[in-house]
């Protein structure tokens, strides 16, 4: 008995073995990395090699800008749960599916998206330059804060909607009912009875968009022009820009903490409060907006969550479609309307440009990046659910170890990388083959919370079963294990790959020059002049959209009811 | 007092109540009883105004309610998952209508004080309702209905969802109470003994609408039909088409196929069969069951009719009995 003890013991720890060293070599050391440049730089200058406001500043505009982008989110996405909630409408599922989409999208792509719409050469311009004869373009909403808090808003107002909508659509209305046949005024039933029973989920809801918005890098990189910067934005340039890795460090532990601190709080808000009392058996159903109150709440909500959550990205794909001007190289020739030309210049080898990179081989990195992220996060992922699943008392412990790669922003990661392995011989002229390590710790946790649950689901049992019947525990993996876990794999493997394919954070430091990912390709497209390019930035980015679309709602479809991973 | 009429609601397309209409006196206690699904629930809620119907009225004292939103009526409802509010405790429980009718706070502690006494729930004030046991939670639910001294109290089967002790313990509480408070009220069950412990008057409800309505004991002596005798467990029905005898039988209706005999398994009397009656029977006794005095004995005749009756002495399983009805303890039913 105590040598088969012993055996599992060490069984356990080979287990722990293999993703633990990866994540002490990939994760936790970049993150010690920073940690010590930062304090002994600043220990052995005396903490005079920077200015307190370049801490402060960025961080006053991130919480300033996170502060707005979750009020306005909030105030978009409650009225929206409750439409979805409650109300039958025409179109009602579909618009259900539309909102949900921009909140898988990547950041390129809300940037390009919203570039199509409100940017100088977007549509709102260039029909406003033709309704009125302009010959520039009227208005310039990019590089501005409005143009972040707009992206913000399409970006996160789904969580409230899932979040909070699903605890609506789930309370018991027999409470509410309750409250007004004891002479509570609807109004005031809604905010003694329902309102507070909904909080706990509003309150995750708002740390949980906070959070998203506090760390958001690429929207505000790409749509805040140079004189906004978060955390995010400006540890970015202090490493790429101005070679400052002491401060981009400092401001990265900054950004840790507070994104540890509103984890916590969202840890803390997502505990059950009242059991299931305030939860339906079944789930209220839908009804017909009547009166003219309601009607008009319901034509309303329809019409601003149209504008606001699904213009976008429509803006995007019939923009890339479209010419308006006329092609650079091709003067004179004005070529207005339809056309197919930005997609099949991707793959054309047309080399005019100083930094000009194939669209293909981009397209082509990326696949391969995408390739080895999916493989590795999900082998990694599988052994430590494993690994976790054995050590029985001790995985509380040992769990969050895994887990706290999602606290690490990618840009963090990013600079740890840099800081790390950058100047190393070893990876001398080949850093970017760092990305997929980078793609996969970002992945890692989510590829966790996927296999996690469908492991536990697996009756001991059933295991015990087929080892009796003689199936050696290889076998029994194979037999037992392997065609329950199938989807759970499939959907991590899905979830690695289109992670993979849209991440631009950790890219973004590690890409070379002349090896960049889709994502990294966009945004330089996106930053140069010329039709041309503008043009493929946006042909990429619908196909990013279509790629990324395509995997969620296959992810959807084969993931088992009742799993979520946010 | 209360009228409700003709009240139309449809339920995914299908009417669920159908032109429906009664009355309710001052301090009376009725028990509408139907089957899950009849519409009980459903009517209780539109009488509060929670719910709209298609058409028809509710009525107080003569005023139409269209125009009086749920939280004017004054109607109690108590309901059947009792909806105490998880965020409140016991003593806010009780106290929210009392809060929401603005009374002093020194006048709603005592009134929330008398109610918690009369449950014996005195310690419980400071108490989290998800603590409760299902006894207590009803209780409460109440106590919390009562509170806020409705002119009308409604029940929506306040005993569903607890078990048989505890159900037969709080009947008996339960009708204490409701008669101490001389309110009129509107008990739904889909039980009937707890309808006959408790209600002056019982309205069956089915298809919509309220087929009989009458004191238990009218219910029991002339049900309106055999859906109400089968609902009611008052004994065997057995359609003309069944009886070994066809002859005619004075004094009663033409038999036709619409028509379905009730035989009493009380009135059931054992040994040989008798000229002067139709409802002569033979069979085996698949099972027979002490009830107290009695035995309750299941009989399978030769043409496959299961017949209930009750006998003064322990049947042998497998034996053959003889068993008749006078024609004069026999009714005659619509089907």
């Known amino acids: 008995m105590t040598r088969m003890m012993k055996r599992s013991i060490w069984q356990t720890l080979l287990l722990w073995s293999l993703p633990l060293a990866f994540l002490l070599v990939f994760f936790y050391q970049p ?20 200015r307190w406001s370049q801490i402060t500043k960025p961080l006053g505009f991130t919480l300033y800008q996170a502060t707005l982008s979750t009020i306005l989110t909030l105030i978009l996405g409650l009225p929206a749960a409750y439409l979805f909630a409650c109300f039958q409408f025409a179109g009602r599922k579909f618009l259900r599916v539309l909102i949900t989409i921009p909140f898988i999208l990547p950041t390129v792509v809300v940037a390009a998206a919203f570039n199509t719409l409100l940017g100088t050469r977007g549509w709102l311009n260039l029909g406003l330059m033709s309704l009125f004869n302009l010959s520039s373009p009227p208005i310039n909403m990019l590089n501005s804060l ?75 990189l790409m749509l805040g022009g140079p004189q906004f910067s978060t955390l995010e934005v400006e540890i970015y340039n202090q490493a790429m820009n101005r070679f400052n890795l002491p401060v981009a460090g400092l401001l990265s532990i900054v950004q840790l903490a507070f994104t540890l601190l509103v984890s916590v709080l969202i840890n803390r808000s997502n505990q059950p409060r009242y059991g299931n009392a305030a939860i339906a058996s079944e789930s209220s159903g839908l009804r017909i907006a009547k009166g ?57 080898n047309r080399e005019q440009s100083l930094f000009y990179v194939p669209p293909v081989l981009a397209i082509r990195n990326s696949m391969i990046y995408a390739g080895i992220t999916m493989l590795l996060a999900t082998t990694l992922g599988l052994i430590s659910v494993y690994a976790i699943q054995k050590s029985g008392s001790l995985s509380p412990f040992l769990e969050p170890l895994f887990m706290l790669p999602l606290g690490a922003s990618a840009v963090t990661l990013g600079l740890g990388f840099l800081i790390v392995f950058g100047s190393s011989v070893l990876t001398q002229g080949r850093f970017q083959a760092l990305i997929p390590v980078a793609h996969s710790l970002v992945a890692l946790p989510l590829v966790i919370r996927t296999l996690l649950p469908a492991l536990r689901g697996i009756p001991v049992n059933l295991r015990l079963a087929a080892t009796s019947m003689g199936a050696s525990p290889s076998r029994a993996f194979r037999e037992v294990d392997l065609p329950i876990l199938f989807r759970a794999i499939a959907v991590s493997l899905l979830f690695a790959f289109t992670i993979s394919l849209g991440e631009f954070g950790a890219s973004s430091f590690l890409s070379n020059t ?23 930035a946006l042909a990429m980015s619908s196909l990013l959209m279509v790629v990324c679309v395509a995997g969620s709602v296959i992810i959807e479809r084969i993931r088992l009811p009742g799993e979520e991973v946010f | 007092m209360l009228s409700v009429r003709d009240i139309y609601k449809t339920y995914e397309g299908a009417p669920l109540l159908n032109g429906l209409s009664f009355d309710l006196a001052q301090g009376e206690i009725i028990c509408l009883l139907g089957t899950s699904g009849s519409g009980k629930s459903t009517l209780l809620r539109i009488i509060a105004g929670l719910e709209e119907a298609e058409s028809g009225a509710v009525y107080w004292d003569g005023v139409d309610l269209a125009q009086t939103p749920a939280h004017k009526r004054g109607f109690g409802l108590m309901f059947q998952d009792y909806a105490l509010f998880p965020h409140r405790n016991v003593y806010d ?21 008398e109610r918690l006494k009369s449950i014996r729930m005195e310690n419980f004030a400071k108490r989290p309702v998800t603590e409760l046991s299902g006894g ?63 209600a002056d008057r019982l309205l069956i409800l089915h298809d919509g609408v309220i087929v009989q309505g009458g004191s238990p004991q009218e219910l029991f002596e002339n049900p309106a039909n055999a859906w109400v005798a089968g609902f009611l467990g008052l004994g065997n029905l057995i359609s003309s088409n069944d009886l070994p005898n066809d002859r005619i039988l004075s004094g009663q209706p033409e038999p036709n196929d619409e028509t379905v005999w009730l035989l009493r398994p009380f009135d059931a009397r054992t040994g040989d069969s008798r000229a002067d009656t139709p409802f002569n029977f033979e069979g085996d006794v698949l099972d027979c069951i002490y009830m107290g005095e009695r035995y309750r004995t299941k009989l399978r005749t030769p043409q496959g009719i299961i017949l209930s009756i009750e006998t003064p002495s322990l049947c042998v399983t497998g034996e053959q009995i003889k068993v008749y009805w006078q024609v004069e303890d026999v009714l005659c039913l619509k089907s």
């Open chain 2, 136 to 198: 207590e939670q009803q209780r409460v639910a109440l106590a919390r209905a009562l509170a806020s001294d409705p002119r009308l109290l409604m029940l929506d089967e306040p005993l569903g969802a607890l078990d048989q002790g505890l159900r037969e313990e709080l009947t008996q509480e339960l009708r204490q109470t409701l008669r101490d408070s001389h309110k009129p009220v509107i008990y739904v069950t889909h039980d009937y003994q707890e309808a006959f412990g408790l």
């Open chain 1, 514 to 536: 002349a090896m960049p990912t889709i994502p990294i390709a966009i945004f330089r497209y996106l930053s140069q002049p010329g039709a041309l390019n503008y043009g493929q």
């Open chain 1, 146 to 220: 409005s143009a972040i808090l707009l992206a913000h808003v399409f970006y996160n107002t789904s969580i409230v909607i899932q979040m909070v909508g699903s605890s609506l659509s789930r309370l018991n209305q027999n409470l509410p009912s309750a409250a007004q046949n004891l002479g509570a005024s609807p109004w005031r039933a809604f905010k003694e009875v329902t309102l507070p029973l909904l909080m706990p989920s509003i309150l995750s809801a708002t740390l949980m968009v906070f959070l998203f918005d506090f760390s958001s890098f690429g929207v505000v």
């Open chain 1, 31 to 50: 993150l010690v990395a920073i940690f010590r440049l930062v304090f002994s730089t600043q220990f052995s200058q005396g903490w005079k090699l920077f």
């Open chain 2, 93 to 113: 429980n009780i106290a929210f209508g009392l809060r929401m009718q603005k009374r002093p706070e020194a006048e709603i502690e005592k009134i929330v004080g």
């Open chain 1, 292 to 348: 003219s109150w309601e009607k008009a709440f319901v034509i309303i909500m329809v019409t601003v969550l149209l504008l606001l959550m699904v213009t976008p990205t429509v803006s995007l794909v019939t923009r890339s479609f479209f010419s308006f001007e006329a092609a650079r190289g091709e003067r004179g020739e004005l070529n207005t309307g339809f056309t197919l030309r930005y997609y099949h210049e991707l793959f054309e």
